[in-house]
């Protein structure tokens, strides 16, 4: 039996964020620079994807660039620039046969023109589709996230939209990049790093987190298998104890 086999597929979380991690460190194992890493880091995700289809997974997050990833040497930052404009051209059309949905989180126009732009038509390509949606975090961090959603607020108080004392956790939600999106139940991270790296602070409130030691490049579909059969032995309580739970499934 595969471990494949193993996974309650009525069970598995809708939403799976990932941390990428690790692609500098497995380049320079090989030998190679920085880049080298992220470019096999894309077969990675490939396969991560593929593996999400097979499991019932309807979100799948990637932590692609962070707004502090701009504070990186300049000859690799121009180089992921490059990596993610080529993937997304290169892509684009299997993801559309394969009824993948993308779609973004982040500050989008901080980017380079020529990412703006085959992402628009990513989007616009791929918008009907009803498979797993890939969402990928791209220049995004969490704290300009709510950041922005403060100010959104405030904005609204000042202009007598609404109150003050109407402000509540909808409100909140509803400012945030991922509005549209469900809270990821599951949070990986690869690489044996044990952070969140401003990453989604607010939507991971009740995710249950899994960490590894695998360097992205070398993270591939049975590595996905491993952390959805990790999260599937945890009892997730919501604040509530074991007895609630049992009484109330």
Not at 32 to 43: A, D, T, W
Not at 76 to 90: F, P, W
Not at 202 to 219: G, K, M, N
Request: proline letters at 2%.
């Amino acid at each position: 039996m595969s471990i494949l086999d193993e996974i309650d597929i009525d069970n598995t979380p809708s939403h799976i964020a990932i941390i990428m991690d690790g692609n500098g460190r497995w380049a320079k194992k090989q030998g190679h620079n920085r880049l080298f890493g992220h470019n096999f880091g894309v077969e990675s995700v490939r396969e991560v994807l593929q593996a999400a289809q097979k499991t019932n997974v309807k979100y799948l997050t990637l932590y692609a660039f962070s707004t502090e990833n701009w504070n990186r040497p300049k000859e690799e930052v121009d180089g992921l620039m490059d990596l993610l404009v080529r993937t997304i051209g290169n892509e684009v059309a299997e993801l559309h046969k394969s009824n993948v949905k993308i779609s973004t989180i982040g500050d989008i126009e901080g980017l380079p023109d020529s990412c703006g732009k085959e992402l628009s038509e990513a989007y616009e390509k791929t918008k009907n589709n009803t498979g797993v949606n890939l969402v990928l975090a791209l220049n995004y961090s969490s704290r300009w996230e709510l950041t922005n959603a403060a100010k959104n607020l405030a904005l609204k108080v000042e202009s007598g939209d609404i109150k003050v004392s109407n402000i509540d956790e909808t409100s909140i939600i509803s400012e945030l990049n991922t509005s549209n999106i469900p809270d990821p139940e599951l949070l990986i991270r690869t690489s044996g790093e044990y952070r969140v790296s401003n990453f989604l602070l607010w939507q991971i409130a009740y995710s249950e987190f899994h960490f590894t030691d695998v360097l992205w490049p070398d993270f591939k579909a049975n590595d996905l298998y491993e952390a959805i059969l990790d999260y599937q032995s945890r009892e997730r309580r919501f604040g509530m104890v074991s007895e609630q739970i049992d009484k109330n499934s």
